[in-house]
């Protein structure tokens, strides 16, 4: 009995060290993660002038992500996920819709022209 618990307190301590030895997960407090802040909101999106939609941006997942829910003057409507990658330094989209497939960019450079929210 002895050699039992001297072998499962041996598993034990392995399986917790293993546990203590895990990275992180990422902190979402770094500046570079609210660089998109500013889109939080209701906005309601034109092109040329003419209604192209209404978008609700919200963060999520602790701060971590932006998810924007997007609805077209024409009735489609689809939804985005967005976040910051520390590893690569750079934002990074998602964009699902039922009428296609889901597109992946990562943003470089991106140039935004917003007026104030709805």
């Known amino acids: 009995m002895t050699k039992r618990f001297i072998v499962a307190a041996g598993l034990l301590l ?14 979402c407090a770094a500046s570079e993660a609210h660089q998109f802040d500013f ?3 209701r906005w309601t999106v034109t092109q040329n002038g003419k209604l ?3 978008s609700h941006i919200e ?10 829910n997007w609805s077209s003057a024409s009735g489609g409507a689809g939804k985005s996920l967005n976040f910051f ?9 998602t964009v699902f819709s039922k009428t296609s497939n889901p597109n992946k960019t990562r943003m470089v450079d991106v140039e935004v022209d917003c007026t104030s929210p709805t």
Do not use: K, N
Request: charged fraction near 10%.
């Open 39 to 41: 889109w939080i909101g």
């Open 52 to 54: 192209a939609g209404h």
């Open 14 to 27: 392995t399986a917790l060290a293993a546990i203590a030895q895990q990275p992180s997960p990422p902190s």
């Open 59 to 68: 963060r999520i997942l602790g701060g971590c992500a932006l998810l924007e």
């Open 85 to 93: 990658d520390s590893g690569d330094g750079a934002w990074h989209q």
